[in-house]
């Protein structure tokens, strides 16, 4: 998990991105991460640098902010997108069909 830090050396979305691909060694391909976001911020940062963003529809975002800002699917408050079935072990699944339960776990450490 990254943020701004406490002399707002990453001011905006896009730099806290930037900060989390650098502590992970700028993964790609299948490594590649996934944004997850509930502002059209986290949307905009991770487009930013060409990163798929998942929207958190039970967050902090106005109705339809998440798709107006290119969100890839945004998940309800049920934890899955609406229309779409729970995944393995009951994980969100998104409009591919792809699971969170299959997405690799890296420290950022």
């Given at each position: 998990?990254?943020?701004?830090?406490?002399?707002?050396?990453?001011?905006?979305?896009?730099?806290?991105?930037?900060?989390?691909?650098?502590?992970?060694?700028?993964p790609?391909?299948?490594?590649?991460?996934?944004?997850?976001?509930?502002?059209?911020?986290?949307?905009?940062?991770?487009?930013?640098?060409?990163?798929?963003?998942?929207?958190?529809?039970?967050?902090?975002?106005?109705p339809?902010?998440?798709?107006?800002?290119?969100?890839?699917?945004?998940?309800?408050?049920?934890g899955?997108?609406?229309?779409?079935?729970?995944?393995?072990?009951?994980?969100?699944?998104?409009?591919?069909?792809?699971?969170?339960?299959?997405?690799?776990?890296?420290?950022?450490?």
């Amino acid at each position: 998990m990254v943020g701004d830090t406490r002399t707002a050396d990453r001011p905006t979305k896009g730099a806290v991105v930037a900060e989390a691909l650098r502590r992970l060694g700028h993964p790609s391909g299948a490594d590649e991460p996934l944004m997850v976001g509930d502002r059209l911020h986290d949307v905009e940062g991770a487009a930013e640098h060409g990163l798929r963003c998942v929207g958190a529809g039970w967050g902090y975002a106005e109705p339809g902010e998440l798709v107006a800002a290119g969100a890839d699917t945004v998940y309800d408050s049920r934890g899955r997108a609406p229309g779409r079935p729970a995944g393995p072990n009951g994980c969100p699944t998104g409009q591919d069909g792809a699971s969170a339960a299959t997405l690799p776990r890296q420290s950022l450490s």
